[in-house]
């Protein structure tokens, strides 16, 4: 029997409950090129660290070899790439206006401010639960929490969600290394992040006018040191934060109480002890990280790894999650195990492009983890493993069926 | 040594730490995790519990943070003795006793020595002792500085900028305070990051409202009758009206007590081998006695061999670790500490950290962003190799470029780079000043001889 490539195994659905068998395979060969015009793949945590620290790399498109780039450079009528798939100093301009609403130094205070909100959504959440003895995680929970934080941050109307969702679903399709060779799906994505951003033009021409204590407001009215950002720049930035402000966090969750409910111990404690939720969620975050590749690099010169060449342009894949499990980085890899101390994970990448919405993330999977661990009684798996999302990128269970016998009150 | 000594030691022996500060306190947590179970004292001169430094010209001078609370926290229990506000006076290495300044004397099987630095005090000490003439190491001074700061005075002078006193000049804009800055050289940090970086920062203060005077010394204090400092005298004749002065000259090394203990302790700080162990005068290695921190000078396998004191956080830290690990194990387990230098300071809004020993390259290429826009990052190359980068605003960079001169990878850096400028294209002279002019606070000082500058003729002495 032909074993299909490494790479394409990691891509392959059937795969997608559990990879990690597949990641250790990956580590064998840290430097994987299986296939002319393929990827190379790492999956060693030093290298993974290195390569997302060097200034060769590239997050661009269009510093890909001929031939890759036509997928997802900007079309006429497209919008322009956000800053994630930009290089310094584009990237850092776009990077730092955004974070200037978000975060430290403009913003110190501004997540930290809403733990008192999130705490509110997650037991209305829990509550609507109502007399149901058995429910979805993710369509009740795990999915709506965020959406309804990223969509108050942004200052985007949460009832347009159902809109809004029909064009992201082909957009994170679109991210997903496995249709990257099906330009119909590039093509998909690309019609959905216009329609998305022609949406949230709608919302930007407003607050242009009306300014409100909203992000899309302070996107558009920016004026600090780096100047303005184009409209076109707006809405490609609020694009992505729309998407990443909640597509990962679903994920981390979702993965988390399922991490949880294999390991009742820790659960147990959890319940107790809601302070634990910080190390659990920066150990989940090591050990099934929401996002397990970034496949979208490129070298803009020839580099070497480990004694082999990369010719310029090559397309470069970070499997963060097998870097996670790196028994040269972690001792006893496979084991969560909330009590080590030495956690440096790749969970949110590293380097200029290391996760924006970070400490967003981190304060909602800690409220939403604790708290259901404090309210639901006798929580158990109704399957396992639950049913995957297609995306290898972005792993996570697409249902997760919990049963208990009660809630508790609220605190 | 008997390996049973050592045996006997991690579970009965004792330890002796001198000095109660950041790699006194991280020594004496790595000898307990290490599974040290014997007497361990702590000795220290200041009144407090080991506290943090790097806020005080920063956090704490803008009020942000209390000096009262940068103490460092602990990682572990670490049941000692602690001998705090009172200073070793003296060392006895054949008693293996250390002096206290109270008449004290304690005994140790092994010792160390992390006893840091000081600021250097202003020459004149008449002038010195004026009433808002200040200096910034201790907690206590920097609460003193942050209330007569807060104060509103017509104006604060600093005098030498370094890294310490570009710090208290910009914590003054901050605060809105009028600042004047009087620096020797061409410009703010060129004893640490040469003469091009230098003009960055020269830029950098004077747009945000430093008066800065380069090439300029001082050459007295004036005070009122009251004995209040009231003017400063500058080497170009003019005078400036002041309330507070900041002396920022860079550091004494705290070896004094030193003096005719056989120790090979001086002005420069303490000798020791890689594995952290004290020479004694004679150049031989002690086996007893180990340096961490500030005080210590420690050949570099990756600079040549030079001997490095490096005034930086991390290497106080990654020093004492790696000296308590060697203080409780044999010979074999030993370790040598070749940390890769490192070292941060924030100023005016700008993050500037630097890998490697930037005062030992000799030219300078800005491979990403520019000098124009404060954004960049250098890297500095020394006979043909990478051997030191610093960044402005662009931290993130950097664990690259340590890994560049780790690898003694070749310079120029002939590689594209991303956001590589046509001014990065080429390098230039970095400019760092002659060497034998006093410049205060290079952060790192090379004392010993390059191996590339082997003029030394060695003539043995015959019998
Ligand atoms: C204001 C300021 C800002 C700084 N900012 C930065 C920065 O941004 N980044 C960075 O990398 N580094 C910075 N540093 C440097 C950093 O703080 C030092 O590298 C670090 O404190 C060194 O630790 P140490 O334990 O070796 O010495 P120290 O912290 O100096 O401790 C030595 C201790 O020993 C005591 N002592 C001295 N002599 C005796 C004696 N005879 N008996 C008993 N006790 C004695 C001293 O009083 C002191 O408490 C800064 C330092 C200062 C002062």
Redesign the interface.
């Known amino acids: 029997m032909t074993q299909a490539p490494l790479f394409h195994q990691i891509t392959d659905f059937a795969n997608r409950a559990n990879p990690y068998p597949l990641y250790e395979e990956l580590r064998k060969n840290p430097v994987l090129h299986e296939e002319e015009g393929g990827p190379y793949v790492f999956s060693s945590y030093w290298d993974i660290?290195?390569l997302l620290?060097?200034?060769?790399?590239?997050s661009d498109a269009a510093n890909l070899a001929a031939g890759d780039d036509e997928l997802s450079g900007p079309e006429a009528t497209g919008l322009p790439p956000s800053f994630i798939r930009l290089?310094?100093?584009e990237h850092?301009r776009l990077r730092r206006i955004a974070n200037s609403s978000f975060g430290p130094?403009h913003r110190p205070r501004r997540i930290d401010n809403m733990r008192g909100e999130l705490g509110e959504i997650v037991t209305g959440l829990i509550d609507g639960f109502g007399d149901a003895r058995q429910i979805d995680l993710v369509d009740q929970f795990a999915y709506p929490f965020p959406v309804t934080v990223i969509c108050r941050l942004l200052g985007v109307p949460r009832e347009d969600e159902p809109r809004f969702r029909a064009w992201v679903d082909p957009i994170v399709a679109g991210l997903d290394p496995d249709s990257r060779t099906s330009a119909e799906s590039q093509r998909t994505a690309q019609e959905a992040r216009l329609q998305l951003g022609m949406y949230l033009n709608g919302l930007v021409e407003q607050r242009a006018k009306e300014p409100r204590d909203d992000m899309l407001s302070d996107l558009v009215n920016s004026h600090g040191p780096d100047g303005a950002m184009t409209t076109m720049e707006v809405l490609s930035t609020a694009v992505l934060l729309l998407i990443a402000g909640h597509e990962t966090t679903v994920n981390l969750i979702t993965n988390g109480m399922l991490t949880l409910l294999r390991h009742p111990d820790i659960l147990q404690r959890l319940s107790q002890d809601p302070g634990l939720s910080v190390k659990i969620v920066e150990e989940l975050l090591r050990y099934e990280p929401p996002v397990q590749i970034v496949p979208q690099r490129t070298n803009?010169?020839d580099?070497e790894v480990r004694g082999v060449t990369i010719p310029k342009g090559s397309r470069i894949w970070l499997v963060l999650a097998a870097g996670n499990r790196d028994p040269e980085r972690f001792t006893d890899p496979e084991r969560f195990d909330p009590d080590r101390g030495d956690i440096q994970h790749l969970g949110f990448g590293?380097?200029?492009h290391?996760c924006f919405g970070a400490p967003l993330a981190r304060l909602e999977t800690q409220i939403a983890l604790s708290e259901l661990a404090r309210r639901l009684e006798n929580p158990r798996l109704v399957a396992d493993p639950p049913p995957y999302r297609q995306n290898a990128v972005l792993r996570g269970p697409r249902h997760l069926e919990i049963a208990f016998d009660g809630l508790r009150q609220a605190a | 040594m008997p390996a049973d000594h050592v045996d006997w030691l991690r579970r009965e022996g004792r330890i002796v730490i001198v000095g109660a500060s950041l790699a006194g306190l991280r020594a004496a947590e790595t000898l307990r995790a290490e599974g040290f179970a014997g007497e361990l004292t702590l000795i220290g001169d200041e009144p407090y519990e080991p506290y943090d430094r790097p806020p005080l010209s920063k956090s704490v001078l803008l009020g942000k943070a209390s000096p009262h609370r940068t103490e460092l926290p602990h990682r572990r229990e670490i049941d000692a003795k602690w001998r705090l506000g009172v200073a070793a006076t003296g060392l006895d290495l054949s008693a293996k006793r250390v002096k206290l300044a109270d008449g004290d004397e304690v005994e140790y099987d092994r010792l160390l020595i992390a006893t840091g630095v000081r600021a250097r005090p202003w020459l004149k000490a008449d002038e010195a002792r004026l009433d808002g003439v200040c200096l910034l190491r201790t907690r206590d001074d920097a609460a003193d500085l942050y209330q007569r700061l807060k104060a509103g005075p017509r104006r604060v002078f600093v005098i030498g900028a370094g890294f310490a006193g570009s710090e208290v000049a910009s914590a003054c804009r901050e605060m809105g305070v009028p600042v004047t800055v009087a620096e020797r050289a061409g410009a703010p940090l060129v004893g640490a990051l040469g003469g091009v970086i230098g003009a960055v920062a020269a830029d950098l203060q004077t747009e945000n409202g430093v008066d800065l005077r380069p090439h300029v010394t001082v050459t007295s204090l004036e005070g009122d009758p009251v004995g209040r400092v009231r003017a400063v005298h500058l080497s170009d004749e003019s005078v400036v009206e002041v309330d507070v002065v900041v002396v920022s000259l860079g550091s004494v090394r705290n070896t004094d007590w030193l003096t005719g203990s056989g120790l090979g302790a001086g002005p420069r700080g303490i000798a020791c081998d890689a594995g952290c162990r004290a020479f004694d005068f004679r150049g031989i290695v002690t086996d007893d006695v180990f340096v961490a921190g500030d005080v210590a000078r420690s050949p570099h396998a990756l600079f040549g061999y030079q001997f490095l004191s490096l005034e930086h956080w991390g290497n106080a830290v990654a020093q004492a670790e790696t000296a308590a690990h060697n203080m409780i194990c044999h010979g074999a387990d030993r370790r040598p500490h070749l940390w890769m230098p490192a070292f941060w300071s924030s100023m005016f809004g700008v993050n500037i950290k630097s890998v490697g020993v930037p005062p030992m390259g000799d030219q300078l290429m800005i491979t990403q962003g520019s000098l124009a826009e404060r954004r960049f990052v250098g890297v500095y190359g020394y006979q043909g190799r990478v051997i030191a980068a610093v960044s402005f605003d662009n931290t993130r960079w950097l664990e690259f470029y340590a890994r560049q001169i780790e690898r003694g990878a070749p310079f120029p850096v002939e590689f594209p780079t991303m956001d590589r400028r046509p001014e990065g294209r080429q390098p230039v002279a970095a400019d760092f000043p002659d060497p034998s002019l006093p410049t205060h606070g290079p952060t790192v000082t090379l004392t010993g001889y390059s191996p590339a500058d082997q003029q030394l003729v060695f003539h043995p002495a015959r019998h």
Do not use: F, Q
């Not at chain 1, 620290?53 to 590239?58: F, L, T, V, Y």
């Open positions: 660290e290195a620290h060097d200034p060769r790399i590239s290089d310094p100093p850092d130094p803009i010169t580099i590293s380097g200029i290391s």
